[in-house]
Nanobody, 125 residues
Framework: QVELVESGGGSVQTGGSLRLSCAASGNTYSIYRLGWFRQAPGKEREAVAAIYTRGGDTYYTDSVKGRFTVSQDDAGNTRYLQMNDLKPEDTAMYYC??????????????????WGQGTQVTVSQ
């Protein structure tokens, strides 16, 4: 069992920045990958970024490349999503997710078993 808690969301204007945090507890040793997903009302869940905990490899969906950075702080069992140059299209509920299955497809939601409750990000013009 892994418990995830997101924080750091809020409201910003276009071009602003936010840093989301994902605190993990429980069987954190089993986490193979940690991903960030977002979902706006009425929209499909969308992967935005992922990091493989063992090697530190990172992955991003095209729409956030160059603006978002995913990283991890192993000492605090916390992972981060640094979001820069935010746009209104980034408005969504953001979730962190942990996967315990080794393999590829870092942005595939089906590879993630544990999910946080989400933190809201709102970007206004």
């Amino acid at each position: 069992q892994v418990e995830l808690v997101e924080s750091g969301g809020g409201s910003v204007q276009t071009g602003g920045s936010l840093r989301l945090s994902c605190a993990a507890s429980g069987n954190t040793y089993s986490i193979y990958r940690l991903g960030w997903f977002r979902q706006a009302p009425g929209k499909e869940r969308e992967a935005v970024a992922a990091i493989y905990t063992r090697g530190g490899d990172t992955y991003y969906t095209d729409s956030v490349k160059g603006r978002f950075t995913v990283s991890q702080d192993d000492a605090g069992n916390t992972r981060y999503l640094q979001m820069n140059d935010l746009k209104p299209e980034d408005t969504a509920m953001y979730y962190c997710a942990a996967g315990v299955i080794a393999g590829m497809a870092p942005l595939a939601s089906e590879k993630y078993k544990y999910w946080g409750q989400g933190t809201q990000v709102t970007v206004s013009q």
